[in-house]
């Protein structure tokens, strides 16, 4: 059965001749919020299972939906919390409801063990699949976070208390690493990567660190020995310094 409902703001009832039972809900435009209903319920989607067991059960000719009252869009939860507390229809003998506060359902409820449970075997043991693992990649990437969000993560990891189990479980998954292929790899690219930002860092100062000009007459490139590292910018003046101090070193050796 369609249902024409205006375009407007408002209190409905989804109401079910089958059962005598009804939904509560509001809404900016009251059709749209119905079609959305019709949507999600024909496809078995809806997010209500309460609701959407009914429908699969008595069919869509069972159901109906009414303005209850208009209302403006800023009082749309204030007059819905009044009607969910005057019908109750989250009672399972009322109606399809599952939460008893308008626009948060699960407020001030919990989930069972046994629905715990459930959800936790539903979901072990299943695998993202290759696409979706690169869309959640792509989502994060670039992503920066303030200084405020760093700092309560930073608080929240050390007041986390760590179980003996865990702790046992990092120390034999760090002991397993020592000396393996894998880290000395991750130390060779740690050890390149520090001596490219040196190597940057040097390159961008204006004086090296001794206090000598970097200037077109003290300013030496030598490639380094690593394929990797690229050119390396040396002082002149320190290399002079260097050479002058060795062979003096020599000419006291051969005197002695």
Known sequence: ??????????????YCLASQKCYIGSATNLRRRWFSHRWALR?????NQHLQNAWNKYGETMFDCVVIEHTNKDQNLSREQYYLDLLCPFRPEVGYNIGKVAGAAMLGKTHSKETRARMGDFRRGKKLSPETCKQMSDSQKGRKF??????????????RQR?????????????SRKGTKVEAERKRKQVVT?????????????????GHPWNSDNVRFQKSKRSDMG?????????????AISRMKRRESQCK
């Open 1 to 14: 059965m369609r249902i024409k409902l205006p375009q407007v703001s408002g209190v409905y009832q989804i």
């Open 43 to 47: 496809r078995n989607k809806h997010r």
């Open 146 to 159: 303030s200084h405020e969000h760093v700092a309560k993560l930073c608080i929240g990891q050390k007041a």
């Open 163 to 175: 179980s003996e189990q865990e702790l046992a479980q990092c120390r034999e998954w760090g002991l």
């Open 194 to 210: 520090l001596k490219k930002t040196m190597a940057e860092k040097r390159n961008k100062a204006t004086h090296c660190k001794h």
């Open 231 to 243: 050119k390396i910018r040396y002082c002149r003046t320190c290399m002079n310094l260097r050479a």
